[in-house]
T-cell receptor, first 110, second 114 residues
Framework: TQLLEQSPQFLSIQEGENLTVYCNSS?????LQWYRQEPGEGPVLLVT???GGEVKKLKRLTFQFGDARKDSSLHITAAQPGDTGLYLC??????????WGAGTKLIIKP | NAGVTQTPKFQVLKTGQSMTLQCAQD?????MYWYRQDPGMGLRLIYY???????DKGEVPNGYNVSRLNKREFSLRLESAAPSQTSVYFC?????????????FGPGTRLTVL
């Protein structure tokens, strides 16, 4: 059974600090996606990574896919209150199906 | 362009009651999905429809049935609700079956079974 473990489960920091959240597995994924979910809404895609070692940047967010395609990280520089939300990673399993991590709940305090 | 819409937004049922959750998308997507989200467990796939006229079981299909009514609509039915089905239900769609495509989610249905 493929599993994706996210850490930490919960993170509360001050505005302006940097942070990294992790998405780890013992399985290899052909691709991995990061979504952000705000309270009362569905998840929204942030990025898709496909190649081992790939790094993608989205403004202050940096996403990395591990060389072996078993793990990924999300680094936020100078966090802002608007970054608050639940961050979910999802790995490509069989056709049509994604395996989802349980999420990291991030709170950025002003 | 409304994206993915779900009805109802909230529902309270008694054990044994039945109900149908409705989902529609206006993006001309081929694939549609039903997930449930429980605290600490992430999203779990209930059923999916790769294309109009086909449906397949996901990770947690027991107690649920689905209908792909047409390309736009994908409904989820609980025939005899149980407290274990208390959850937030999300419908999603994407262009095709490729796992690099974006999944677009509806706003969710919050279901409580007493």
């Amino acid at each position: 059974t493929q599993l994706l473990e996210q850490s930490p489960q919960f993170l509360s920091i001050q505005e302006g600090e940097n942070l990294t959240v992790y998405c780890n597995s013992s399985s290899v994924f052909s691709s991995l996606q990061w979504y952000r979910q705000e309270p009362g809404e569905g998840p929204v895609l942030l990025v898709t990574v496909v190649t081992g070692g790939e790094v993608k940047k989205l403004k202050r967010l940096t996403f990395q896919f591990g060389d072996a395609r078993k793990d990924s990280s999300l680094h936020i520089t100078a966090a802002q209150p608007g970054d608050t939300g639940l961050y979910l990673c999802a790995g490509a399993a069989s056709n049509y199906q994604l395996i989802w991590g349980a999420g990291t709940k991030l709170i950025i305090k002003p | 362009n409304a994206g993915v819409t779900q009805t109802p937004k909230f529902q309270v049922l008694k054990t044994g009651q039945s109900m149908t959750l409705q989902c529609a998308q206006d993006m001309n997507h081929n694939s549609m999905y039903w997930y449930r989200q429980d605290p600490g467990m992430g999203l779990r796939l209930i059923y999916y429809s790769a294309s109009e006229g086909t449906t397949d079981k996901g990770e947690v299909p027991n107690g649920y049935n689905v209908s792909r009514l047409n390309k736009r609509e994908f409904s989820l039915r609980l025939e005899s609700a149980a407290p274990s089905q208390t959850s937030v239900y999300f419908c999603a769609s994407r262009t095709s079956g490729s796992n690099t495509d974006t999944q677009y989610f509806g706003p969710g249905t919050r279901l409580t079974v007493l």
